[in-house]
């Protein structure tokens, strides 16, 4: 599978801060980045997709793909306590369907 | 508008019992693929399937695992003679499947494994 390695958590940041999530990966020939959240205990949520290099932006989030430097980040603005999880990255492309996925950075947001 | 659907949502099980999951895709979606998340650990992919074929079980166990998606019905993951190493939570995700980009997968609310 391919490698995909998050900065290690967890990440604690104040209510209405940005919280700053950084994802490197392996495989050059990966295509289709995504972030998902997961809560305790529940399964991952997808929200946020990225297959270009740049940035991308959904509400409070923002996505940024750097295929030459194989690095993928996800913010959040204006964190909220209800933004407390695990984010996960996840990589997958060429011809392999199966998503690979890092270890997670856990994210507190303190009131 | 119903998401993936997975059951049961807790299963137990004695070492030796065979443990069946069960997953049913989003509307609209002919690939599932099935996770495990062992306690502590990130997720892993097991298998990847369409109806009535198996694309990749490079990730899944060569004993004692196995899975389907027949014509009809629901995808199925099966564990036989499960043992305390087995106890993990299983995820089941399904896509589109269009191929190389946009392979947006969504998960079910997962099946969580413990083995007595």
């Known amino acids: 599978q391919k490698e995909v390695e998050q900065n290690s958590g967890p990440l604690s940041v104040p209510e209405g801060a940005i919280a700053s999530l950084n994802c490197t990966y392996s495989?050059?020939?990966?295509?289709?980045f995504f972030w998902y959240r997961q809560y305790s205990g529940k399964s991952p949520e997808l929200i946020m997709s990225?297959?270009?290099?740049g940035d991308k932006e959904d509400g409070r989030f923002t996505a940024q793909l750097n295929k030459a430097s194989q690095y993928v980040s996800l913010l959040i603005r204006d964190s909220q306590p209800s933004d407390s999880a695990t984010y996960l990255c996840?990589?997958?492309?060429?011809?392999?369907?199966?998503?690979?996925f890092g270890a997670g950075t856990t994210v507190t947001v303190r009131a | 508008n119903a998401g993936v659907m997975q059951n049961p949502r807790h299963l137990v099980r004695r070492r030796g019992q065979e443990a069946r999951l069960r997953c049913s895709p989003m509307?609209?979606?002919?690939?599932v693929y099935w996770y495990r998340q062992l306690p502590e650990e990130g997720l892993k992919f097991m298998v990847y399937l369409q109806k009535e074929n198996i694309i990749d079980e490079s990730g899944m166990p060569k004993e004692r695992f196995s899975a389907e998606f027949p014509k009809e019905g629901p995808s199925i993951l099966r564990i036989q003679q499960v043992v305390r190493g087995d106890s993990a939570a299983y995820f089941c995700?399904?896509?589109?499947?269009?191929?190389?980009?946009?392979?947006?997968?969504?998960f079910g609310p997962g099946t969580r494994l413990t083995v007595l």
């Open positions: 495989d050059r020939v990966s295509q289709s």
């Open positions: 996840a990589v997958s492309g060429g011809n392999d369907y199966k998503l690979s």
């Open positions: 509307k609209g979606h002919s690939h």
């Open positions: 995700a399904s896509s589109h499947g269009l191929a190389g980009f946009y392979n947006e997968q969504f």
């Open positions: 990225i297959y270009s290099n």
